[in-house]
């Protein structure tokens, strides 16, 4: 199945286009012949007649003559069975002008004979088309000169096929069907609904079926719809029914568990726009798949659930009141054996990064009592801060963040009791990672990249890097705590030139700017330390505010031309995937190019901000010694 990329993408709408295109065409046709079949005479006299005369028997030429004069004269049936649309003013005035003439008597005894006509007419030309058929087979005639007509039905078995080249899922299979079945009925009443009717829309009304193999359906194709990039939340959300029908099933636990998986999917994309408190009982529903331990997929979707959830300060609060529900989100971090866990068990390390992100999520939005309680529960006990610590000294660059995350939380609340050892391990360790060399310690570890890898979407924070993150928990714990800054400058003595180095312009914008903030705040908190490194520290400074100044005034005229491409050490984005199509790729690289030039000016207003207050203290502490 090709469920990634712009081209799985681009073939689906290509499909859902196809479908639209036949069936609005074999419709137009329809109605052309109704609207035309007055003519029908004149045109067989003129085209049709001639020719069959020629090449025809007579009797064949008088059979034509009669099927097509039947066919004029129930003109009147065929324009009464028009639906009346105001928007189609050339069949409503035939309608009136039909209706107009039954008012006179000659009309009336026109009605009738016509009416007569209408009830015979179908068996005459049945009658006469098959007595010609069958004296041309008895007769030996070529089966050549016999030209049937196409049936609409095999055009959509055509498009049935090219949907193979998406799926060759049976399902995706009775999709296609039912949607080429659902858009002909509603496009027979009125052509118009063609635009609104897509496979997104059709999927979505699928979720109100009471079907178990429609809703079945609905969920494979929103599943492989939202890994394509489209928007069904904004659909989905608009209906309580369907929002509260999916997370019954995912706490169902009589439904299948490819149902499950596939509900859990969707509600992840949901989770964003969900309100808690609109749905009473949900939580219960999203608890029962942390309680399914043989199936390590359910637990990671729930835990990504409330993890998304938890972004709303509400939803945060509810989740916090659950004790029951806290217990298994924290699961992993009061394991006795979690380290042991992980090593010997791979989907046991992706749950307990998960928890991780749960966590810090939680104690990073939660506000008053309930953030405080949280936060007491995880320091208060000695298991949680051992894990945390030996998941700092492991080999996953993803769970070390998790874990910094945490624990960095933990040291800036001062209500806590954070052992000196633990706040030193963390620093300590952060420090290694950011004064790194380049190209070290890159794994991308933003909030969302695990959940983005399987949805084929570009995360809505910006992307970090594990040394990006150990560089702004440095900054953030530096600023905040003084003893953290003293503890910095002893154990890495050399810190002022490790830093000052990184301010060179061959470096990422994000770790120069991060380097100014380090700076200046050990500036503040170790003035001591950061003077006696002024004479190296003070001239490289100003030589990149004059490069920055320089640079801003170069580029100025040029503001309004197009969005500079990102240079070598700045090009972290991937702009195109293998089977991407050129114009899918096009918006995308735009997007990208947009954004990195955006956090490109945040870096710099960042570093020249940092680096002028930074200039400013270090002359005042020549002149002010």
């Known amino acids: 199945m090709a469920t990634g990329g712009g081209g799985a993408h681009r073939a689906l709408t290509d499909l859902e286009h196809q479908i639209k295109v036949v ?33 025809s028997q007579i009797n064949d030429f008088y059979c034509l003559l009669w099927i097509t004069g039947m066919q004029a004269i129930s003109a009147h049936s065929i324009f009464n069975d028009i639906p009346i649309n105001p928007r189609n003013t050339f069949f409503l005035g035939q309608f009136l002008k039909f209706n107009a003439t039954f008012l006179s008597p000659p009309g009336f005894i026109l009605a009738v004979m016509q009416a007569i006509f209408d009830k015979s007419s179908p068996f005459i030309c049945i009658g006469l088309s098959s007595w010609r058929l069958w004296h041309l087979a008895h007769a030996g005639a070529s089966i050549g000169r016999i030209k049937l007509i196409s049936d609409p039905d095999k055009e959509g078995d055509d498009l049935i096929k090219r949907g193979k080249n998406i799926s060759r899922e049976e399902w995706f299979k009775k999709f296609v069907e039912a949607y080429i079945k659902h858009i002909r009925e509603r496009c027979a009443k009125d052509l118009t609904v063609a635009e609104q009717v897509s496979f997104l829309s059709f999927a979505v009304g699928l979720l109100e079926s009471e079907s178990p193999e429609e809703y079945l359906l609905a969920a494979r194709m929103l599943d492989m719809l939202i890994k394509n990039g489209q928007d069904a939340s904004t659909r989905i959300l608009g209906s309580r029914k369907k ?49 399914d331990t043989g199936r390590p997929k359910l637990i990671v979707q729930g835990l990504t659930i409330l993890q998304r959830l938890a972004d709303d300060p509400h939803n945060c609060a509810d989740i916090c009141q659950g004790k029951e529900l806290l217990k298994k989100i924290m699961a992993p971090i009061h394991s006795r054996t979690l380290i042991h866990d992980m090593a010997m068990n791979p989907p046991w390390a992706e749950i307990t990064n998960c928890s991780l992100r749960v966590v810090h999520q939680l104690i990073h939005v939660a506000t008053g009592k309930a953030g405080k309680r949280l936060r007491h529960q995880i320091s208060s006990d ?34 806590l009791n954070i052992s000196e050892n633990t706040r030193e391990n963390l620093v300590r360790k952060q420090l290694q990672i950011f004064l790194a060399d380049e190209g070290e310690q890159e794994e991308e570890v933003s909030a969302d990249s695990v959940l983005m890898q399987k949805t084929n979407k570009t995360p809505i924070n910006k992307e970090k890097t594990t040394k990006a993150t150990a560089g702004e928990i440095l900054s953030t714990l530096s600023i905040k705590s003084r003893i953290v800054s003293r503890f910095i400058v002893k154990e890495q003595s050399d810190i002022v030139y490790c830093l000052t180095l990184m301010l060179d312009p061959k470096n990422n914008i994000r770790y120069r700017a991060t380097s100014a903030q380090i700076l200046k705040n050990l500036c503040i908190h170790c003035k001591e330390h950061v003077s006696k490194e002024r004479e190296i520290l003070l001239p490289r400074v100003r030589k990149v505010l004059a490069e920055i100044l320089a640079t801003k005034t170069k580029t100025k005229p040029e503001a309004s031309g197009s969005i500079p491409q990102p240079d070598d050490n700045e090009g972290t984005h991937e702009f195109s995937s293998e089977g991407n199509d050129i114009e899918m790729q096009l918006p995308m690289h735009t997007s990208h190019k947009a954004q990195f030039h955006q956090e490109n000016e945040d870096g710099m207003k960042e570093l020249q901000e940092a680096l002028l207050y930074l200039t400013s203290l270090l002359v005042r502490s020549i002149t002010m010694p």
């Open 23 to 55: 069936v609005i065409g074999q419709l137009l046709i329809a109605k052309a012949w109704q609207s035309t079949a007055k003519l029908a005479i004149t045109l067989c006299l003129s085209l049709l007649f001639p020719s069959a005369y020629l090449s």
């Open 243 to 291: 929002v509260k029908r999916l997370l019954h099933t995912v706490g169902s636990t009589q439904e299948s568990t490819e149902l499950r998986l596939l509900a859990a999917s969707i509600v992840v994309d949901l989770a964003g726009g969900v309100r808690l408190a609109h749905f009473p009982r949900s939580l219960i529903c999203i608890s029962s798949l942390l309680e």
């Open 382 to 415: 000695k298991q949680a801060i051992t894990n945390l610590e030996g998941i700092l000294d492991g080999e996953s660059h993803q769970l070390q963040m998790r874990a910094t995350e945490i624990l960095s939380e933990l040291v800036l609340d001062s209500s």
